[in-house]
Every structure is written in C-alpha cells, then in structure tokens.
C-alpha cells in the first residue's frame, strides 16, 4: 500500500494502515484519521506559519474553474508524456511494485489527475500521491479523484493517496519516490533529493519570459523581468537530462475566465486595484502561454572523507600531537575567562 512510504510527521516512523485503511499508526501510537473526502492531513498545528496556509479555498475554487476548461492543457499533455517516457525506463510494468509518482504542490488535483490517467492508459502500475499545504486545495483534489474513481474502471494496482503537507518536511521514507514534479512554485531541492531515490526523475514546470504577457501588460505600468534558473536552483544533486518548451496562444472567453485566471496567479495580489480595474470590462483576451519543463536525475550525494593530519603520522608522532594537543588545551582553560572556577 502507499501507506507503506508515508512517515509520522511527529516521531518520523513509519505509518501503516488499519484493516479499512480508514486511519494510519505508527508504532508510538500516533495515530491519524482520513478525512470522508478521503485524503489525510500530516501538517502538524505548530508547523503553520498560519491558521490556513496555502491557497485558500476562493483560489481553489478559480483554479478549478479554470483548469477545467483544458486551458493548459498541452502543459499537462507534455508533461504526462515525460513521465510516461520516464517510467517506461525504470521499467515500471516488468516491476513487482507499483512505481511511487509524487505531485508536489499538487492544488486542487488537476495535473495530478491527468498524470494518474496517463499512466493508466499506457498500464503502468503506480501509486500517485499528491501533497499540498493548502487543505482546501487537497480536499478539491481527493473529491475530484473520489468523483473520477466512480466514472472509470482503474485497477486496483494504481492508487493516489492525498496529503496536508509541507514540501519543506515531507512525510515520506528516504529514497522512497522514483517520480516527483513540481508546477509553477519555487523550489526545494534538499527536501526534494531527500525522498526521490538515486536516478529517480525530478520534472518542474515554470514560466517562461512570455507567459501571459498580454495579461501582465495590463496589470503593470512596467514589465520587469525575472531571471529564473531552476538549473542552477536545483544544484550539485541533480542532473539535467532534459527541457523542453510549451509555447502557444490560447484565448480568454469570457470575463469570469479572465477573473479566474488573474486570481489563481500572483498578479492578483501584486497588482494596483486600479489596474486590476481595466481588465473588468473585457470579455475575451488572448493571452500567450510559455512554459519552461525541465527534467533532472537525482544523483547520489558526494561523501567526501578528508584525511586527518593525525591518520598519516607515524605512531610515535601521533603521541607527539595527543600530548601537544592536551598542552594546548591546559592553556585555553587557564585563559579563558568565562571557565568556571
């Protein structure tokens, strides 16, 4: 079961579920409930920076809406076929075990959805599990997922599992995701390298220069631009052996589409009221789509050991350096001002 990877976020022990997998343990009894949407909540009270964070439940609401409409579709169509590539590698349908597929930030389910379909189809066994701080982005998600469940025969080996947790202190088992993605949020590659096994695939999607371009032009007085570089955010412990860009023009349709996306971005709350006005009396723009995927490989962590002074002396040299040592010690005790008498 995937419940087998997941930790308790107190004690960090591994989490097994009851008979009904209604509730999971671990073996110091701590014990967490799922909730009826089905999803569990792993985010301890005194690891929120706030009562809710994350999205909150009016942007969930306008990231569905909109993401329903297949807006970003070709992103999500690009992106599945990288995973399906990557998964056919590690060999998933000759495996035993399902492969363990990670959606970090996964919001109200949307591309993770369509990741669980995509793998499907090409019968690649699986487990998907998608992890969120925002608790009402994650009950989105376990309700969309409970409603395609009952629409579609999918076998019993490909499961997805919902979490209420940081992406800074994952509760998963080391070593434990052989897929893990990440789409339009800033990135934490310790945390990351933690759970994704050695030569495991890490994917993340952000926005390129132009991405709505024609909306910003709107908003701001001055397009300033960003310089990003996830290769260089992700470091020594992760080897990029892909990219790929998602460029097209798609059109907005109506006001509410429009008021839709503006909410479910960052420009909503960086934006002048007044600018935001001038986007009210519009009903339809065609806006520019540029998406940035790039894939990596987790590496093993370089373990340098760094010979010590005392490992090449010869014995009677390393008696010279204790005893030198425990004279330089004697000193420091005896002028130290802060030891006590």
């Known amino acids: 079961m995937t419940a087998s990877i997941l930790l308790c976020p107190v004690c960090k ?23 009826r949407q089905g999803y569990l909540n792993l985010l301890l009270a005194h690891k929120k920076k706030s009562k809710n964070p994350g999205d909150s439940q009016e942007m969930v609401i306008a990231r569905q809406a909109f993401l329903n409409s297949d807006f970003y579709r070709p992103i999500s169509d690009s992106l599945n076929q990288i995973i399906v590539d990557a998964a056919l590698k590690l060999d998933a349908s000759e ?25 499907s189809d090409h019968q690649i066994k699986h487990n998907l599990l998608g992890l969120d701080i925002s608790k009402d982005a994650v009950i989105a998600a376990a309700k969309r997922a409970k409603a395609e469940a009952l629409k579609e025969d999918v076998p019993a080996t490909n499961t997805n599992e919902w979490l209420v947790a940081s992406a800074i202190d994952m509760p998963l088992q080391e070593k434990s995701i052989d897929i893990a993605t990440c789409l339009f949020t800033r990135l934490m590659p310790e945390s990351y390298h ?65 008021q839709d996306l503006l909410l479910m971005t960052p420009h909503n709350w960086r934006t002048k009221a007044e600018n935001k006005e001038s986007l009210s009396s519009l009903e339809e723009l065609t806006v520019t789509i540029d998406a940035q995927i790039h894939v990596f490989k987790a590496k093993a962590k370089a373990v340098i050991i760094a010979e010590t002074a005392a490992e090449s002396k010869p014995e009677q040299e390393l008696k010279e350096v204790a005893q030198n040592e425990e004279k330089n010690e004697e000193k420091k005790e005896k002028f130290n001002p802060w030891t006590k008498s």
């Open 13 to 35: 022990q591994s989490l097994q579920a009851n008979e009904n997998n209604k509730s999971l343990s671990c073996e110091n009894n701590h014990s967490f409930d799922r909730a």
């Open 95 to 119: 495996k035993e075990s399902p492969i363990q597929v990670l959606d970090i930030g996964c919001g109200e389910g949307y591309y993770s959805q369509r990741m669980h379909h995509s793998l």
């Open 194 to 258: 933690k759970v994704i096994k050695q030569d495991g695939y890490f994917i993340c999607v952000n926005t390129g220069e132009k991405h709505l371009i024609e909306l910003r032009e709107k908003l701001y007085d001055k397009i300033t631009k960003v310089e990003f570089d996830p290769i260089k955010n992700m470091g020594e412990d992760f080897e990029l052996i892909d990219q790929q860009q998602v460029n097209y023009q798609n059109t907005l349709s109506s006001q509410q589409q429009i």
